[in-house]
């Protein structure tokens, strides 16, 4: 269910952003075949090894071609993965704590947009979980300790998303071992992860070497490893984490939050299995944001792996019968819950004026979240049905306006595909090269040829220097602002053979004769 709920809508929607780079990763492979490292234009790209490429390739072969709902697969299957761990991890306590955990996870923001997205992060957080999910099995719940599967799941991570892959859940499960007091098994694992890093880093160097001599070794070293932690891939302070995830992770993260400070007054005296899975899980969380907290570069992405922690914690209230606090705790979740459709519908329609052009056709949205509301207010009143009614309203609701309203409008300012195609419908018949000015290589450059169906090299002029090198004829891309500060040198009095919305601005395409 929660994988047809991921994929829902996604087949053949517009490639923006940060998938762009993955979905240009995939099309090259699929014309040229697999490689140790995606490329671009036909080089290897150093920031990412070729496994996460691999999946899509693999997910769009069938295709022949690489599409949203092929580029999205992999990262759907791991989030429905995650689901389906959380329910087995906490079902055997009660399972009005296992569905509160996962509502709370599909009401989360971050968890949203990155499943429909293609997203490293979400796999590392899937990894991370059925590392910390085994070792906890085995303790509890009589399974056999697959020490293999651990080790398999450490190497996935690395291929992945890099050492950090490898790093973030190994943390989790020493912090599994410390809390329990495995001393032994701590120090066997540090080891044997220690191990396995080192021999990934030596396959990722030797394979750099082997795809791209020095330079690209010298790359894969800065991108993946050093860059990240000088600061040079960009800097934030030391605890955005603690303070960004409060609302890039609500609600799981704020309620999560409020749940350890009522378990701290309220709770510490009952120690339960349940109340020490409790602990297991904040210790976890707080490792993957310390840990990650000491890189400069952050992002809000990076730290999914402790969303599901943080969801589990949030959602304790409701595997504990006694106490008052907790009864205010399951009120306060379920009423929002209630109330989480009418505040959406609220939201558009006053919203909905000052966007008249892309908020034009959500009568069918504000309608379901209608229905959704008249639903949930009854629920309110009904104890037997409430617990699961009211949750399930609340995700339907969010994804319904998430994937109807907020996606919709989201690909339909950031569309790159129609004015790329324009402008491939004048240039395909005309052997002059086509210039990508002040585009950028790594940036929007690849959000043009994300668009093209071979293998175009265009030339990119990042200055003015560069631009006026071009002799003509030629083709030239640019913004309409930099073509507006061209004017008064040669390129001002061209003709204007095309403009239109390229990712949120004005284009131009001119003829250089």
Known sequence: MAFLLFICASWHLSIIGFDSRFVMFAQEMLRHGPSFFPTTYGEPYPDYSGFSTWLIYLCSYPMGHVSSLSAWLPTCLASAATVGLMYRLLAPYSRRWAWLSIALLLLSNTFITETRAVSLDQMLATVTFAVFYLAYAADHFNSARRWWLVALLLVVGFGIRGPIGLVVPAGVLCSYFLQNRQW??????????????????????????????????????????????????????????????????????????????????????????????????????????????????????????????????????????????????????????????????????????????????????????????????????????????????????????????FEKTERMLYDTRLFTEAVLGVTRSDSAPLVLYSMGKDAKGIKFMVNVDDDLQPVFADTVEQLNAVSGPANVVMSNNDFQKLQGTRFGPLPVLLSGRFDKEDYVLVRVP
Not at 228 to 250: Q, V
């Open 184 to 405: 032994r098994r701590l120090w066997r694992f540090s080891l044997v992860a220690v191990l396995i890093l080192v021999g990934c880093m030596l396959v990722l160097l030797g394979l750099a070497r082997l795809s791209g001599g020095e330079a690209l070794l010298a790359q894969v070293v800065h991108m993946q490893i050093t860059g990240r932690m000088d600061g040079s891939e960009g800097a934030s302070p030391l605890l955005w984490y603690f303070s960004s995830a409060l609302g890039n992770y609500a609600l799981a993260y704020p309620l999560a939050l409020l749940v350890l400070a009522v378990v701290f007054v309220a709770g510490r005296r009952e120690p339960s299995a349940a109340l020490d899975l409790l602990y297991l899980c904040a210790f976890a969380a707080l490792v993957v944001m310390v840990g990650l907290s000491i890189p400069h570069a952050k992002k809000a992405r990076y730290v999914l792996s402790m969303l599901p922690m943080a969801a589990i914690i949030a959602a304790y209230p409701f595997q504990v019968r006694a106490g008052r606090y907790f009864w205010w705790l399951r009120g306060l979740i379920l009423t929002m819950c209630c109330f989480i459709p009418g505040a959406l519908m609220a939201g558009l329609l006053a919203i909905r004026p000052r966007f008249p052009e892309t908020l034009s056709d959500i009568g069918p949205v504000l309608s379901v979240l209608g229905l959704l509301q008249l639903i949930a207010l009854p629920l309110l009143m009904r104890p037997r049905l409430r617990l699961y009614g009211l949750p399930a309203c609340a995700v339907l609701a969010v994804w319904v306006s998430y994937i109807g309203v």
